[in-house]
C-alpha cells in the first residue's frame, strides 16, 4: 500500500501510551524551563544586554541566577572554602588572678611566676574587664553605677578613691578592688575568665 498525502486516514498513528509518555515528559520539562524563565523574569537585569553596567554583569544577579538554575536542576550550592587566617593564635592562662599592683601582668603561664591576667573578660555581661592601677572602688558602688557608667572612663572615675599599691576592676555589672593576689574560680561572686592573649 502506498500512503499519499491526500490519504492522512492511512498514515501510521503512535499508540495511545507512547504519546502519554510523550506528553508526560515534555511538561514536565516545560514546567521546569517555565519555572527558571519565571524565576529570570523576576530579577531586575536593567539596562540593554550591551551594557557594561547592566545588572547581567552584577556578580550578585548572576550567584542568584545560578543559585535558582542549581535549586531546578536538584544541585546544592558550592560551600563556600575556608580561608586560613594570618592572625597568632590566642592562649588563656592556666589560672586567673587579680592582685595589686606588685604582681605583673600578662598571660599566666604554666610554670613560672605568678601573673595577673591583663586579658579579663566577663561572662555574665560579655564585656572585657577594666583595670585602674592604684586605685579602689568608693564603698557607696553598686550594679546602678556601672550599668550606667560602664565603659566611659571618665564617668567611672567619680567613684575611684587614690590607694597606692591597689588596683580597681570593673565590668558592666561587677568590681573589685585588690591589693593582695586572689585566685578567680567558678567559686568567686565574679564571673571573670581569660579572654585569651595573642601569641605570635
Given at each position: 500500500?502506498?500512503?499519499?498525502?491526500s490519504?492522512?486516514?492511512?498514515?501510521?498513528?503512535p499508540?495511545?501510551?507512547?504519546?502519554?509518555?510523550?506528553?508526560?515528559?515534555?511538561?514536565?520539562?516545560?514546567?521546569?524551563?517555565?519555572?527558571?524563565?519565571?524565576l529570570?523574569?523576576?530579577?531586575?537585569?536593567?539596562?540593554?544586554?550591551?551594557?557594561?553596567?547592566?545588572?547581567?554583569?552584577?556578580?550578585?544577579?548572576?550567584?542568584?541566577?545560578?543559585a535558582?538554575?542549581?535549586?531546578?536542576?536538584?544541585?546544592?550550592?558550592?560551600?563556600?572554602?575556608?580561608?586560613?587566617?594570618?592572625?597568632?593564635?590566642?592562649?588563656k592562662?592556666?589560672?586567673?588572678?587579680?592582685a595589686?599592683?606588685a604582681?605583673?601582668?600578662?598571660?599566666?603561664?604554666?610554670?613560672?611566676?605568678?601573673?595577673?591576667?591583663?586579658?579579663l573578660?566577663?561572662?555574665?555581661?560579655?564585656?572585657?574587664?577594666?583595670?585602674?592601677?592604684?586605685?579602689?572602688?568608693?564603698d557607696?558602688?553598686?550594679?546602678?553605677?556601672?550599668?550606667?557608667?560602664?565603659?566611659?572612663?571618665?564617668?567611672?572615675?567619680?567613684?575611684?578613691?587614690?590607694?597606692?599599691?591597689?588596683?580597681?576592676y570593673?565590668?558592666?555589672?561587677?568590681?573589685?578592688?585588690?591589693?593582695?593576689?586572689?585566685?578567680?574560680?567558678?567559686?568567686?561572686?565574679?564571673?571573670?575568665?581569660?579572654?585569651?592573649?595573642?601569641?605570635?
Open positions: 500500500m502506498i500512503l499519499t498525502a490519504d492522512p486516514s492511512s498514515l501510521a498513528r499508540t495511545s501510551s507512547a504519546v502519554g509518555s510523550q506528553s508526560r515528559v515534555f511538561s514536565a520539562s516545560q514546567r521546569k524551563k517555565d519555572d527558571l524563565e519565571t529570570l523574569s523576576d530579577l531586575d537585569f536593567g539596562g540593554t544586554p550591551n551594557n557594561s553596567m547592566n545588572g547581567r554583569n552584577n556578580p550578585s544577579v548572576l550567584a542568584a541566577a545560578a535558582a538554575v542549581q535549586k531546578l536542576a536538584g544541585e546544592q550550592p558550592p560551600v563556600p572554602s575556608r580561608k586560613s587566617s594570618t592572625i597568632g593564635s590566642k592562649q592562662c592556666t589560672g586567673v588572678f587579680v595589686g599592683t604582681l605583673p601582668r600578662g598571660r599566666m603561664a604554666a610554670v613560672g611566676a605568678l601573673t595577673c591576667c591583663d586579658a573578660r566577663c561572662t555574665k555581661c560579655d564585656f572585657r574587664v577594666e583595670q585602674f592601677d592604684n586605685f579602689d572602688w568608693d557607696d558602688v553598686d550594679y546602678l553605677f556601672f550599668r550606667n557608667n560602664f565603659p566611659t572612663e571618665e564617668k567611672l572615675a567619680d567613684k575611684l578613691r587614690k590607694r597606692p599599691g591597689a588596683v580597681a570593673c565590668c558592666q555589672c561587677s568590681w573589685l578592688s585588690a591589693m593582695e593576689q586572689t585566685k578567680l574560680d567558678f567559686s568567686s561572686e565574679v564571673r571573670w575568665v581569660c579572654a585569651g592573649h595573642l601569641t605570635e
